[in-house]
Structures are given as structure tokens and as C-alpha cells.
């Protein structure tokens, strides 16, 4: 019997968040992620008892939060000298999360080069060790999204680390509209690593190096044609029913997490992605 939980990202509704948890039970969600590395939202603006009162108000709506954003952008973790603060303020993410009730922060770490004897591949093993560790001792995970290179690749990388205190953010969609990577079998190839994944859909609509879009001018790369679209869930190229038959199988039980980053309306894609998303579970 098929019984993932359905979450939304909730800055998605683009709302304040008193409203958007408004709409997040209006869905029939049972929980939500929330960005706090930028914003109101941040540990140093969300002291002790901001966090209590949170953590009330999640409750009182019978509600938990599934996972933290704690995504500082600017690719990740490939620069050693921005490093030093991008680690230690990813920790104090974890912190909070705990705080929080949940114990996934989700983050994007850069893309993995191919050659793993290269500088930039160390680099990043160095600030996912001390990433890993921390995690590790508090029962917890940085969860690395998707979509920069593909699933064989990253399991590799995280391979190398020996824990799964940094882990998977499985986004299906940017396996499709990135890496053109088959999502249902990266369900298989990371199972060890998902802890958490985004629902959300896309196409590729030109191959370009990933490497372009993560690591080079993306203004450049975008004039001379757009190259993905994110769409609603149904409409893209993510195979849900076996994407969803994939995480049954490897026995994954956490969430759904909607994630909604382009349209006019998106209370309605969202609304939408959730009962495409109980309509596949109840026929699976």
C-alpha cells in the first residue's frame, strides 16, 4: 500500500507565512519545507522562542515540517575561503531544524566534476566531511537536491564520504530538464541516500553541458534559446507512475514536498500537484 505523505515547499505559494499555511492545509498537506537561509526566516533572525512559537503554530494546524532549505546559492561548496562561513552557517541551519522538528536540511553543494582527483572534487569532499560529521552527530542530514550531474555520479561522490550525514534531495524534474537522467532510475541508484524529495515536473527542450548552466555565463547560455521548462506534475517528462513505484520499492516513507518556482497562479498548481499527486498513490 502506497502512503507518502504530501508536503509543500511552502515559499512557494509566494504568501506570508501565516497565510501560506493557511493554503498548505487547504491542500490536505501534511507538511511543509521552509527556506531559512535567507530572510526572515534565518537563524540569526528566529531566536529560541521564535522557533517555540513556530513550531505551535505547525502544530496547531496539524501540521510538521518535513525539511529546512538551507541553500546559500553561489554554487555551493566550491570555494574554499567562502567555505569556512558556508559551513558554519549551514550547521546552525541543522541546529534550528532540530529545533523544529525535523532533522533534513536540503542544500546544494555544487555540481560534481567527473574527475574525482581534481581540485574542485576535494574541495567539495573536505566541506562534505565536516558536513557529514555534524550531521552524523545528531542523527541528521544535509540533503544534496539533484540535477547538477547525474544520479551514477553522485552516488559516487557521496559514496566516498562513508555516511549518509550528507544524503538526497531526489528533485526528479531537474534530472529531466538538466541532465536528461532518468529519475526512476535514480530512485535505484541512490536509494541508500533519499531522505527526503521535491514533486515537481519539466522537460529538456535542448541539451546543453549542465556545466554551462552551473558553472558558466547561464544569461549567455538562456539568449540563445530557453533550455528546460518547469511544468505542472502530469505534464512534463517525469514518469510518475514508476518514479512512485521506484521509492515503494526501495522502501522510502518520507515526503512529497511540492516545489512550484514559475507561474501566474501558483495556490492552483499547487493545489493541483497535490490531488495528482493522491491520484497516483491511491491507483499505484
Not at 502544530?59 to 558556508?86: M, Q, T, Y
Not at 533534513?104 to 555540481?111: A, D, E, N, S
Request: hydrophobic share 40%; proline share 5%.
Amino acid at each position: 500500500m502506497f502512503n507518502f505523505p504530501i508536503g509543500v515547499l511552502i515559499d512557494s505559494f509566494k504568501l506570508p507565512l501565516d497565510e501560506a499555511l493557511k493554503e498548505t492545509v487547504k491542500i490536505g498537506a501534511q507538511g511543509f519545507q521552509l527556506f531559512t537561509a535567507k530572510g526572515d526566516n534565518t537563524p540569526d533572525q528566529m531566536d529560541k522562542s521564535q522557533r517555540r512559537e513556530l513550531l505551535r503554530k505547525v502544530e496547531d494546524a496539524g501540521l510538521v515540517i518535513s525539511a529546512l532549505c538551507g541553500d546559500f546559492g553561489e554554487g555551493g561548496f566550491i570555494n574554499p575561503e567562502r567555505n569556512k562561513w558556508v559551513i558554519e552557517a549551514s550547521k546552525r541551519i541543522l541546529d534550528q531544524a532540530q529545533d523544529l522538528g525535523t532533522n533534513i536540511v536540503t542544500t546544494h553543494i555544487g555540481r560534481v566534476p567527473e574527475d574525482p582527483n581534481c581540485d574542485r572534487y576535494k574541495i567539495m569532499q573536505e566541506a562534505c566531511f565536516e558536513l557529514a560529521r555534524y550531521a552524523d552527530s545528531m542523527d541528521a542530514h544535509f540533503a544534496v537536491e539533484t540535477g547538477p550531474e547525474p544520479a551514477a555520479r553522485l552516488k559516487a561522490f557521496l559514496d566516498s564520504l562513508n555516511s549518509t550525514g550528507v544524503a538526497v534531495n531526489l528533485d526528479p524534474a531537474n534530472l529531466v530538464m538538466v541532465c536528461d537522467d532518468d529519475p526512476v532510475q535514480a530512485v535505484y541508484t541512490l536509494k541508500d541516500y533519499i531522505v527526503h524529495t521535491h514533486a515537481k515536473d519539466g522537460r529538456m527542450l535542448r541539451k546543453v553541458d549542465p556545466a554551462l548552466l552551473y558553472d558558466g555565463d547561464i544569461e549567455e547560455v538562456i539568449s540563445h534559446g530557453k533550455v528546460f521548462e518547469e511544468l505542472p506534475l502530469g505534464q512534463g517528462n517525469v514518469d510518475f507512475d514508476n518514479y512512485l513505484k521506484a521509492l515503494e520499492d526501495i522502501g522510502y516513507r518520507g515526503f512529497l514536498t511540492i516545489e512550484r518556482e514559475v507561474g501566474a497562479n501558483p495556490a492552483a498548481d499547487i493545489g493541483h500537484a497535490a490531488d495528482f499527486l493522491r491520484g497516483k498513490i491511491a491507483s499505484l
